[in-house]
């Protein structure tokens, strides 16, 4: 059997909708046909993105060009669901919970704390400190592609919010990147940078507001095949499945790899092997968990550090903060600390220490 063709459910996947809007001829781009013909293999994106990112100043100019011709239809039932939501609101909850089918390789994930603010962070297979320049700009190809929906949906004069951003391997150049993306965007959103991760933050009052293009009909169709498509999808892929484990587990001190496989009825071997198609190991997948846990869990002010160390699985505070920092490139305290800053003020713009 070709070990490729067995492999072929565990690898990376981007929405079909891609080809309709980026430059593609230069690549072999064969249809994948494990997602009901809805994906293809998504290691093209990167291939292409490659091509062009020793340039910052064009990459820019070519992700907004590229975005600037999203629709509602460009990515199917996905990008149908978004325009015809009822409000902003609804909008995220949808954009984030089938973001796997855009690209597998790339998560929106929202935070909800308790306070006045709504988080939106762009999250990667990839741990944070080892982002090459290939995922920084798949990163900001995602990033455009909110500011457009957003643009287009929401209309840039009633948008207010911040936009945390990244700077991880040369901050001057980064910062041109994104600069370069929010004027073409002309939204009206405060940027800060010197961040670990993409993160845009909302007042939740602002999300009330109803989307101009709902239409509740057939946004209930387009949710019903997307969860559709999502259980097709999370049957094949292997870090859902390993999500689904550790959040079975009572404690994640015993969150091995040999355990975690096991339980998923596989050699840890044979889940290395399989996560590896997805550019990630065992060790990837449960860092990246323990920093989506983390994220939400620090948000929380009534949660202690040490209390968010032990939830975490592991032995100390000390330990949790070391590898918050290795993760993140800054401590957790700093982030909290920032936290309650951001929630003092509803839109506040958070002083770089």
């Known amino acids: ?31 994948n046909h494990t997602f009901d013909m809805t994906h293809f293999e998504g290691l093209w994106l ?42 902003r609101y609804t909008q995220l909850h949808t954009l984030c919970q089938y973001s796997e089918l855009l690209n597998s390789s790339i998560r929106f994930y929202l935070d909800e704390n308790k306070g006045d603010n709504i988080n939106l962070w762009l999250l990667s297979n990839e ?30 004069k009633a948008i207010k919010g911040d936009v945390f951003l990244p700077s991880l391997t040369n901050a001057r150049i980064e910062q041109q990147l994104f600069d370069n993306l929010m004027a ?28 101009t293009e709902a239409d509740p009909i057939i946004n209930q169709n387009s949710l019903w095949q997307l969860q559709r ?9 292997v870090i859902t499945q390993v999500y689904r484990v550790l959040d079975s587990l009572s404690d994640l001190e015993i969150a091995s790899g040999n355990h975690v496989a096991s339980l998923m009825d596989i050699s840890f071997r044979t889940l290395n092997r399989r996560l590896a198609c997805l ?28 209390d968010i160390a032990l939830k975490l699985g592991f032995s100390d505070l000390s330990t949790f903060s070391r590898a918050f920092k290795r993760w993140t490139g800054v401590c957790p305290s700093l982030l909290v600390n920032r936290n309650q800053s951001l ?11």
Not at 52 to 74: C, D, G, M, R, V
């Open 1 to 31: 059997m070709d070990i490729n063709h067995s492999l072929s459910p565990y690898k990376n996947t981007v929405s079909s909708g891609w080809k309709r809007i980026i430059p593609f001829a230069n690549f072999n781009m064969e249809e």
């Open 46 to 87: 990167k291939q292409y993105l490659s091509t062009i990112t020793p340039e910052y100043h064009a990459l820019s100019h070519q992700l907004t060009k590229i975005t600037q011709s999203i629709n509602p239809l460009t990515f199917n039932f996905y990008s149908l669901a978004l325009w015809t939501s009822p409000d």
């Open 127 to 156: 741990p944070v400190a080892k982002h090459s320049t290939e995922s920084l700009s798949l990163l900001a190809l995602h990033f455009a592609f909110l500011l457009s929906v957003f643009k287009q949906t929401w209309g840039h």
């Open 184 to 211: 073409s965007s002309a939204l009206n959103l405060k940027c800060h940078y010197g961040y670990p991760l993409i993160r845009l933050t909302f007042s939740k009052k602002s999300l009330t507001a109803p989307l």
């Open 229 to 237: 498509q999502l259980e097709n999808f999370h049957q094949h892929n």
């Open 279 to 306: 550019s990630t190991s065992y060790r990837g997948v449960l860092e990246n968990y323990k920093l989506e846990k983390a994220l939400s869990l620090l948000d929380d002010p009534e949660l202690a550090l040490t």
């Open 343 to 353: 929630d003092t003020h509803v839109i506040s713009h958070w002083e770089l220490t």
